[in-house]
């Protein structure tokens, strides 16, 4: 029942070509876009909240100014990505609405709180090393625009995955009140951080269709199995142990076997329940609303201009 054009586009996408915004695609390829890109974008602008809140309170100059250029990273990113999805012909005020009304969603994992300095590091290790699996892939993926949006992204990434461990390391072998904090942010941030990859397989709505159309290289499942197997080491590394009692290697399939998060908890974050989601919320709200009287005034002074250049 594939139209034409459909049959054409799916045989590009199969020789791996990039789909370039001008360019025809099926509605369900450009809908799909815009929503992940544009969910992605809100991740970035929503994740600089969490670690946002310790600017003020990281334990030295040096960490302070690391933890501000990270998260002026991620106000980059989210840039990227917006321009991106405007690339598909949705501006980014639509997008901010969407997410302001609650109607698009951002990821689950900056709803949990950050606590104290352990959890900064927590976040960096973890969330941004979760952040990487699943975006090391998508610099392949077939829209031209996220693809090389994903590029430049993936090499800053790697710089707050490192910043974050680094971190770790510092407090696993401070003193044992030190470590003792960094144990209680891995036993806290481990869940969280598997349920970034989405739903398991078997739930997930959107991926055998993101997959035939290369908008996603994996599935949920494979990228978490692939995060438990990079971080396990790491964690053991650091002297910590991975909160999970059925945690094994699994000799014949060459990765660990491990529990599944609690995914009772993580629809009902989706649906705003987390421990923070009306906190988050709010704060891009208030960002919005106490923005409004600068933006008017770049939209007047570039009538003025074009009034000007008019007579
Ligand atoms: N949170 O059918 P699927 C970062 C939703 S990294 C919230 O499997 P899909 C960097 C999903 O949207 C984080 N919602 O969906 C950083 C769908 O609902 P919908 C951002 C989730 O799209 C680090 C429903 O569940 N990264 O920001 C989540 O095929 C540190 C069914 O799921 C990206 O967005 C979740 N965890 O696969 C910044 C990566 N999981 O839309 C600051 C790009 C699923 O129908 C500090 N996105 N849902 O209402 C993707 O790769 C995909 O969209 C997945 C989900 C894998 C997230």
């Known amino acids: 029942e594939m139209s034409p054009e459909e049959i054409a586009f799916q045989e590009r996408i199969d020789r791996g070509e990039k789909i370039e915004p001008k360019e025809w ?25 969490p670690e946002g809140n310790w600017i003020t309170r990281a334990p030295t100059l040096e960490r302070k100014a690391i933890l501000l250029a990270k998260v002026q ?33 951002y990821s689950s ?13 927590a976040v960096g290790w973890l969330v941004d090393g979760a952040a990487i699996m699943n975006q090391v892939p ?27 461990y680094d971190i770790m390391m510092k407090m696993a072998r401070g003193t044992p009140e030190q470590k003792a ?21 078997k739930d997930s709505v ?18 978490r199995q692939k995060f438990v197997d990079q971080t396990v080491p790491q964690a053991e590394y650091l002297g910590l142990t991975v909160p999970d009692q059925h945690l094994k290697w699994n000799e ?17 974050v989706l649906a705003g329940n987390g421990p923070c989601n009306r906190e988050r919320l709010g704060a891009r709200v208030k960002a919005w609303e106490d923005g409004a009287w600068f933006r008017d ?7 003025k201009a074009e009034a000007r250049r008019a007579a």
């Open 181 to 201: 904090m960094a144990q209680d942010a891995l036993n806290r941030f481990w869940y969280p951080a598997l349920m970034m990859f989405g739903p398991s397989d």
């Open 25 to 49: 695609m099926p509605e369900g390829y450009r809908k799909t876009l815009i929503r992940q890109i544009g969910q992605h974008a809100h991740s970035e602008i929503v994740g600089q909240l």
């Open 206 to 223: 959107h991926s055998a269709q993101s997959m035939a159309w290369k908008i996603k290289i994996n599935t949920n499942d494979e990228l």
């Open 73 to 105: 990273d991620e106000a980059g990113h989210g840039l990227y990505l917006y321009c991106a999805a405007e690339t598909l012909g949705v501006s980014r005020d639509e997008l901010l609405e969407k997410l302001h009304n609650g109607s698009m969603k």
């Open 297 to 303: 005034g770049l939209v007047a002074h570039a009538e």
């Open 138 to 164: 998508l610099q392949r993926t077939s829209f031209g625009p996220y693809s090389r949006a994903m590029i430049r992204i993936c090499k800053e990434e790697s710089f707050h995955q490192r910043q974050g």
């Open 252 to 268: 014949e399939k060459g990765g660990y076997d491990f529990s599944e998060p609690d995914w009772s908890e993580f629809y009902d």
């Open 109 to 121: 994992i900056f709803n949990y709180p950050t606590l104290n300095w352990a959890d900064i590091g």
